[in-house]
């Protein structure tokens, strides 16, 4: 197997204040939260922002801020950047940060669907846009797949030159509206990913600590933090996002599985070093 690739999801859009005081939301404590993840072995930044009141945005003043103050701490980061940020963004406000900012990766998120009380859109049309933008600012996208229609609609871009292997794919279940966080859909979506593809996953609140468990022993990469997960454990809330980049470390020493350093994950993600 592949070492094994720990991506920091701190922020997120739908997680408030209220579900744990320990949201970062502004960007000096998001940039301090991916610094404490990164020297317990996060590799990949997921990037939220959030406005100073902690509302979700897509505003190019929070991403660059944001993202400057990660570089600085971590200059060799991964940098992947949302390109939903939340519900109901347009089109064009959602693609501007990246054609701005040229983050590594982006999310590419394929298909529509209800998230929980909320519509997740994200047209044909969107999608064509985005995946164009992508590869023209040299974008890798990272295509999450919250249902297994989307696998097969990424694949139509896929063969439509929107999209260019190999598709790094994120596996996001247990949204209400998508699939279920269990052993066998985690199975039947990665079954059904092109030949080459590398995948991560994880799974939202409860079902976090499976899904982990089985990407890191089938051979994917994982991804955490508070935008899925609040809980450490039953009833315990982690204070900090590098708790469960802790824990990650802990499993994949427990099962074996090698974890990968960012010069590593690059290699295994096709992403040039950074100097
Ligand atoms: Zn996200």
């Known amino acids: 197997m592949e070492k094994l690739i720990i991506t920091v999801a701190c922020t997120g859009a739908m997680t408030t204040k209220e579900n744990t005081p320990y949201l970062p939301t502004q960007p000096e404590e998001i940039a301090e939260e991916v610094l404490m993840a990164y020297q317990a072995g996060a590799v990949i930044a ?18 660059e801020k944001t993202v400057g103050l990660i570089r600085e701490k ?27 900012l040229k983050p590594e990766m982006g999310t ?9 009380r909320g519509v997740f859109t994200n047209s044909p049309e969107f999608l064509e846009k985005l995946g164009k933008a992508y590869i023209e600012n040299g974008i890798k996208p990272e295509v999450e797949i919250f249902d297994s229609g989307m696998v097969w609609n990424a694949k139509r871009l ?26 066998r859909n985690l199975v039947h979506l990665v079954d059904s990913l092109p030949e080459g593809s590398t995948w991560s996953a994880f799974g939202c609140g409860p079902t976090a600590n499976l899904i982990m468990a089985m990407a890191i022993n089938m051979g994917g990469h994982v991804r ?29 020493a427990e099962f074996g599985r090698p974890v990968a350093n960012v010069a590593e994950a690059r290699q295994i993600l096709g992403l040039p070093p950074r100097n």
Request: aromatic share 10%.
């Open 46 to 63: 997921h990037v939220h922002v959030r406005t100073v009141d902690h509302k979700a945005t897509m505003a190019l003043d929070r991403f």
């Open 74 to 100: 971590c200059p060799d980061i991964i940098i992947n950047m949302t390109s939903s940020g939340g519900l109901g963004f347009g089109d064009e406000e959602r693609i501007l940060p990246h054609t701005v």
């Open 108 to 116: 590419f998120d394929a298909g529509t669907m209800n998230f929980y």
């Open 158 to 183: 896929l063969k439509d030159g929107f999209l260019q292997a190999p598709i790094h794919w994120q596996c996001c279940m247990h949204v209400h509206g998508g699939m279920e966080g269990t052993a």
């Open 224 to 252: 955490v933090g508070m935008e899925d997960n609040v809980y450490l454990s039953k009833g315990v809330l982690a204070k900090h996002n590098y708790e469960f980049v802790e824990k990650v470390q802990r499993l994949a």
